[in-house]
């Protein structure tokens, strides 16, 4: 696939900037590439605290809502938590019950089955609170699209406290100007409201759980809710990192504080799940998050239910925990089983249907297990760079998850194609959709003539932050970027460019020689390495058409050496107790 390179610029006031901060100057020019525009915003990413993270009362309604959980709390009234069946949703849930708990709260929990309820809060749930003498639901991840199953609730005899972080839904007005359709109960604490104060919308369910948490604490002055927010800090870092948030702002506060907790977590599931998955605790990153442990909680829900994560976080015996925890990482990987044949399937589709005339690529795959479709499509997304939803067959139609690419806003062409939907939610880079099967023509027609997309916007674009010497680097600047971390969406990690680097050889590593180390010459005449673990093919395919047919086999017989700019990453890598600097090629051309 082709790619734009796209170097950011350099500002003027790098070194000025590099002195009050006590960092090498690239370490500025990496923080500014990140949209960070003031030395005080510097001085909070590198820096930041707890102390740090905005007021949870700017969020709206954050103060009805405290005053309806506290009166529910003082009534001895029974709460139920309904929440969804992602990490966002399971981090969000046990944060409100682990917090709730702490102040002597009635509270229990409820997670939708991805298959036979959906996404988020419904009848069912609804009837099953009112069913057992609940008072108040309290949703969280989810709901600020339920008008009707919250109308429901009160019709039933139950009050409402909604947060959530998703877009709001709207209705266009003939002068162009929006109406949010919000549903009536007694809060609804979302941060894209458009009447919210708070300064950082971009928070996931999880952080708007622990918000509520925070406000609760003021209030109550609890102590033991305080000392539960330390650990449950954590639970709100996990579901930021696996909802894709940007890690910017607090975000990259919570994150960077959150994985110490979970380093010396005392939650014995957590713990559990990072044994099963055979984490070095000491090196616990963002990474472990979103690859990692992420995926594990996240196939409790799409091959079981999400419960069994929450149980898994609740339990406090060791040994029932070691075995729950092997059982969601034996889930995993089952996941990863159907998510491999599934994308081949969607492959085939975009073939037979000769997707590529469109800009909008809805996929009908309805042998696939519908809990695997947001991660096809996620596959498909990043190999073509198009907007894909894929659908599969649900009991009463079709159900789907959608990933979008910049430039089409996915929440925005659901809205304007709604009348072929049955459900939906989201925001602009993901959804989730559902629509009746004879619906599914005139639905992939209308997203289409949505589109405003030109062929230049499926060229995805690599922001380069710096064209640097390979000499430039060691592994004590190496550690001293480790003050950007944690990386991650927002906060991608460093990617340098250099051009007219001289390819000189290659050597092959891995169990099956599948891997790559290629020789280059910097324009010094210093020789370093190159790792590469993507196919060789699509090297050897540019190199031929720079150089002609045969080159590649020319370079790895040494008879022949090519020059080519190159897109890389630099880090530390650990042998046997040594470390050594590591250069990784993402892209040539």
């Not at 590198?46 to 709206?60: A, I, K, N, S, V």
């Not at 599931?269 to 044994?275: E, F, K, N, V």
């Not at 799409?302 to 059982?327: N, P, Q, V, Y």
């Amino acid at each position: 696939m082709k790619e734009k390179w796209v170097l950011y610029d350099m500002k003027p006031d790098i070194k000025e900037w590099a002195a009050d901060l006590g960092v090498d100057p690239l370490v500025v020019k990496l923080i500014q590439n990140r949209g960070i525009e003031s030395k005080e915003e510097a001085r909070s990413f590198l820096r930041g605290t707890e102390d740090e993270l905005h007021d949870p009362f700017l969020l709206p309604d954050m103060e009805k809502a405290c005053e309806a959980v506290s009166a529910c709390i003082a009534a001895g009234g029974k709460i139920r938590i309904i929440g969804d069946y992602d990490v966002d949703g399971v981090t969000s849930s046990y944060i409100l019950e682990c917090g709730l708990g702490s102040l002597g709260a009635d509270v229990s929990v409820a997670i939708p089955h991805r298959v036979s309820d959906g996404y988020g809060i419904n009848d069912r749930l609804v009837e099953d609170a009112a069913g057992d003498g609940v008072d108040l639901i309290l949703t969280c991840d989810n709901g600020i699209a339920a008008a009707k199953q919250i109308e429901h609730a009160y019709e039933l005899g139950m009050k409402v406290v909604v947060t959530d972080h998703h877009e709001v839904p709207y209705a266009e007005n003939e002068d162009g100007s929006r109406t949010e359709i919000l549903p009536v109960c007694e809060a609804v604490v979302d941060p894209k409201r458009a009447e919210s104060a708070y300064p950082f919308p971009g928070i996931c369910g999880a952080v708007v759980a622990y918000k509520l948490m925070m406000a609760m604490q003021r209030k109550t002055g609890s102590e033991s809710l305080c000392d539960s927010l330390n650990g449950l800090l954590g639970f709100a870092a996990m579901g930021t990192v696996c909802d894709i948030m940007d890690l910017k702002d607090e975000n990259h506060i919570i994150v960077k504080e959150g994985l110490k907790r979970v380093k010396n977590t005392s939650n014995v599931g957590l713990s559990a799940l990072i044994d099963a998955c055979e984490i070095d605790r000491d090196k616990l990153s963002a990474y472990h998050f979103g690859f990692v442990i992420g995926p594990c909680i996240n196939a409790s829900g799409r091959l079981d239910s999400a419960e069994k994560a929450i149980k898994l976080f609740e339990t406090e015996d060791r040994e029932r925990a070691a075995a729950e925890a092997g059982e969601l990482k034996a889930l995993n990987d089952d996941r990863k089983s159907i998510t491999e044949k599934g994308k081949e399937e969607a492959e085939r589709y975009i073939e037979e249907h000769n997707l590529f005339e469109k800009d909008v690529w809805i996929i009908f795959l309805p042998e696939v297990h519908e809990s695997v479709a947001g991660i096809v499509a996620g596959k498909i997304k990043e190999k073509y760079n198009h907007p894909v939803i894929v659908l599969t067959k649900a009991e009463d139609g079709l159900k789907g998850s959608g990933r979008s690419i910049p430039g089409f806003h996915m929440f925005d062409a659901l809205v304007a194609c709604d009348k072929y939907l049955t459900k939906f939610g989201g925001h602009a880079m993901a959804a989730g959709l559902s629509l009746e099967e004879d619906k599914l023509e005139n639905f992939s027609d209308a997203m289409n003539e949505y589109s405003t997309l030109t062929e230049e916007d499926f060229i995805p674009v690599c922001m380069i932050d710096a064209d640097v010497p390979l000499s430039y680097f060691n592994i004590g600047r190496i550690n001293e970027f480790s003050v950007l971390e944690p990386c991650g969406a927002g906060n991608p990690t460093p990617v340098f460019m250099r051009k007219g680097v001289t390819f000189t050889g290659i050597r092959r590593f891995g169990a099956e020689k599948q891997y790559t180390r290629y020789i280059v010459k910097d324009s010094d005449g210093r020789n370093f390495e190159l790792v590469s673990f993507d196919d060789r093919t699509a090297f050897a395919d540019t190199l031929a058409e720079k150089y002609g047919e045969g080159s590649m086999d020319l370079l790895e017989s040494g008879k022949a050496s090519y020059e080519m700019d190159i897109r890389f990453t630099a880090g530390i890598n650990s042998y046997r107790g040594e470390e050594y600097l590591q250069f990784i090629l993402k892209g040539y051309r």
